[in-house]
Structures are given as structure tokens and as C-alpha cells.
């Protein structure tokens, strides 16, 4: 199995994980390097004033010695500073420039320290310092940066890892939702198990899910029956609190029993604008449910009128859309019926309480039984309805009124 492979079966949370450590190991190290390569001027002048002070120090070490011309104690302790990392070699001269002592090897690098007695130069120590020293300095910076970029990694990839999770759960999650008709092993990485599942569920059971395909046929008619509550908006600037909150319950309670009874939906569209909606399979009985609800709320509101001193005065306009019916959480539906609207306040321009859009007027049931006004701006006014309509609408009438208070 190639590593591309390996790294693909790994789940989100895993990738998420190694790919979040992969990266920060990379941009560290690559920051260590840079940091090191600047860093080597800096650690050649470290490098000098340390050998300097040691070199100092050897100087106070070998000062009687020096003086004496004691070749074996200088031996001695030259050679014993000979064995540090940071020496390379060393020559004691004394005033007259004789070699009085000499150990080790000659480097470019090098310190020439005084040996005084009682404030007075004696001789002169030559310290030679190699790149030895510099380098195990440079070495040691590098490998703590390198440590601490290993450290950081590793808790950026825990960092990934938990961030992989929260993933991982939704996506667990969300598979869970697709049922599985594979029998083989599915892929530890959850996108790919989401796949799987996807591509190995039936052509018909995805066919059944959308909605682009579907024939003409399936599309429903749908009527839409808009109120304009007139005397709602006279009443909202002259009635207290109190009683506008009264008026508009039991215009509610109009508005709810006309559309229930006829099996619409209730929206409120604009201010002092709702909607009867209004939908069927074959189309034909939506038109006929549209215009007996708005009749049945027009006589509900006359009703309310005769019992009080206020006016339940509504005017309705319907018109047809080739939608399917609407829902509740339908976003599209809502955007699409906007135009309608607007095309159906026109008609509120006109005298009358019940309209028509032009393409209504040619349809069952309106016809034949119903008696239309002359055509203005693609809409007619509803002028007279069939008796036996007119007597149900009546008896549906005095049957619901007690019911609104």
C-alpha cells in the first residue's frame, strides 16, 4: 500500500491531526535553519569573548610559573586547559620573545594575553581557539530549536486532532443518515464512507428526491386569494389598545374560518395584506374553494358588522400560479408568489370587493355559473354567484358566527 493511499483511508480526524503537526514541523524547521544561519555571526563574537575570559584566566594560572621558567608546571597546566574544547593551543613567550613553553596546534584564531607579576608584564600567552567551539555552540542552539519545533508540532497536531472531531461527528453523523446497501468494509475516512454509501444507493431511490425531472403533470395550480383589510387600517390609528386588540382577533378568527373551511393555508403577505392559498392535484377545485372562501369571509365580516358598530370591510383579488403546493418551509414558493402579489394589488385600484385575474375567467367555475364585470386592466369583478352557492355560503355563515368572539 502506497503512503498517498495509507494517508487517504485515515479518518478526518487522524488527517486533520498529522496534517496540522506535517506542517508546523516544516515551517519551524525551516525557520530553525534560517535562525541558524543568522546566528552565526553571532556566535563567532560569542565565541571570542568567552575564549578571551578563559584565556584571562590562564594567564593568572601560569603567571608564576612564566616567571620562574618552570617548563613543567607550564607544561602541566597548558596541557591540562589543552584538554577543554574551547583551546586549540597555546605559546608562553617571555619579555625577550623566547618560546618558553608551547603545546597543542596553531589556528587563525587567536588571543594574546599579558602575564603580569606585581602589575609588571612578564611574558606573553598566545591562546589559539579553533571552530570547534563555535560549532558545538551553534550545534547546541540548533537542537534546542529543533526540540521545541518537535513540541509545537505535537501540540498542533492535538490540536488538529480535536478540531478532526467535531468533524468527524458531524460527518458520522450525517452517514448515519444514508442507509447502507454495500456488504463490504467502508473506508475509515468519513468523506469517502459518505461516498460509498451514496453511489451504491439505487438510480430510483435518488430519482425519488428531486423534484428537476419530473413532468409537467406534477406541477398543481395553485389559487391565490389576497385580502386588503381596509377597515383594519382606518382602526389602527383611531382605535385604544384594548379594542384594536378585540377588532383584530375577531377578524382573525374570519380570515382562519374562511380559509379552513375550504382547506386553504392563511399567510400573512404585507402590512394589511393576507393570503388564501389555495391548491389541488387536478387544479379545477382549487378556483372553486378560492372564491367560496373569499364569498364566505366577505359574509362572515358582514356578520361581524350588523352585531357591532365597527366595519369588517375586505377586498379580494385571486389569481392563479403554477406552483405546487405551498409549504410551510417552502423558500422558494415564498420568492416566487412576490411577483404575483404585485401583480394582484393592481387590482385593488379599482372599486369593488371581489376580483378576478384574466386567466381565472375562462376556467371552472366562473365560466358558466358566475356572472363577471366588464374586463379593466386584466381583471373582473365578480358582479353575481349562483344561488345554491349563495344559499350554502349562508347557512356556512350563520353557522360559524356564534363561533367568533
Not at 386553504?264 to 389541488?280: M, N, P, T
Request: aromatic letters at 6%.
Amino acid at each position: 500500500m502506497t503512503v498517498p493511499k495509507l494517508l487517504r483511508d485515515l479518518g478526518i480526524r487522524q488527517q486533520l491531526g498529522l496534517a496540522a503537526a506535517v506542517i508546523t514541523l516544516v515551517s519551524t524547521l525551516v525557520l530553525v535553519y534560517l535562525m541558524t544561519l543568522s546566528s552565526r555571526h553571532i556566535a563567532s563574537e560569542q565565541t571570542k569573548i568567552i575564549s578571551l575570559a578563559l584565556a584571562e584566566q590562564l594567564a593568572t594560572q601560569v603567571n608564576l610559573a612564566a616567571v620562574n621558567q618552570d617548563e613543567l608546571a607550564l607544561a602541566a597546566i597548558l596541557n591540562r586547559a589543552l584538554r577543554a574544547d574551547w583551546m586549540s593551543g597555546a605559546v608562553l613567550t617571555n619579555d625577550r620573545g623566547d618560546v618558553i613553553a608551547k603545546v597543542g596546534q596553531t589556528r587563525p584564531m587567536f588571543h594574546v594575553v599579558p602575564v603580569t607579576v606585581d602589575n609588571t608584564v612578564r611574558a606573553q600567552l598566545k591562546i589559539y581557539y579553533g571552530h570547534q567551539f563555535a560549532s558545538e555552540l551553534r550545534a547546541q542552539q540548533t537542537w534546542t530549536l529543533a526540540g521545541l519545533a518537535v513540541l509545537i508540532a505535537a501540540a498542533m497536531g492535538g490540536l488538529g486532532s480535536q478540531l478532526g472531531r467535531v468533524y468527524s461527528r458531524s460527518l458520522t453523523e450525517l452517514k448515519r443518515q444514508i442507509p447502507s446497501t454495500a456488504e463490504a468494509i467502508e473506508s475509515a475516512n468519513e468523506i469517502d464512507a459518505i461516498s460509498e454509501r451514496l453511489m451504491a444507493l439505487p438510480l430510483e431511490l435518488l430519482a425519488q428526491q428531486t423534484d428537476l425531472d419530473q413532468p409537467p403533470a406534477a406541477i398543481n395550480p395553485t389559487v391565490i386569494v389576497i385580502v386588503s383589510l381596509d377597515s383594519l387600517e382606518h382602526y389602527v390609528d383611531t382605535l385604544n389598545e384594548d379594542s384594536l386588540e378585540r377588532y383584530t382577533q375577531r377578524l382573525y378568527q374570519c380570515l382562519r374560518t374562511a380559509t379552513a373551511t375550504y382547506g386553504g393555508k392563511l399567510r400573512v403577505v404585507r402590512q394589511l395584506r393576507v393570503a388564501l392559498i389555495f391548491s389541488d392535484q387536478g387544479g379545477r377545485q382549487a378556483a372553486r374553494s378560492a372564491i367560496q372562501a373569499a364569498l364566505l369571509l366577505q359574509m362572515l365580516c358582514k356578520k361581524q358588522e350588523d352585531s357591532s358598530h365597527l366595519r369588517y370591510q375586505v377586498r379580494c383579488v385571486m389569481g392563479r400560479s403554477d406552483l405546487k403546493p405551498l409549504d410551510d418551509h417552502s423558500f422558494y414558493a415564498d420568492l416566487y408568489v412576490q411577483n404575483i402579489f404585485d401583480h394582484l394589488e393592481q387590482a385593488f385600484q379599482q372599486d369593488g370587493l371581489l376580483w378576478l385575474e384574466s386567466d381565472l375567467i375562462d376556467q371552472p367555475p366562473f365560466d358558466e355559473n358566475y356572472q363577471l364585470g366588464p374586463l379593466i386592466q386584466q381583471f373582473a369583478s365578480v358582479v353575481g354567484i349562483p344561488p345554491e352557492t349563495k344559499q350554502l355560503l349562508a347557512e356556512q355563515a350563520e353557522k360559524y358566527t356564534p363561533k367568533i368572539s
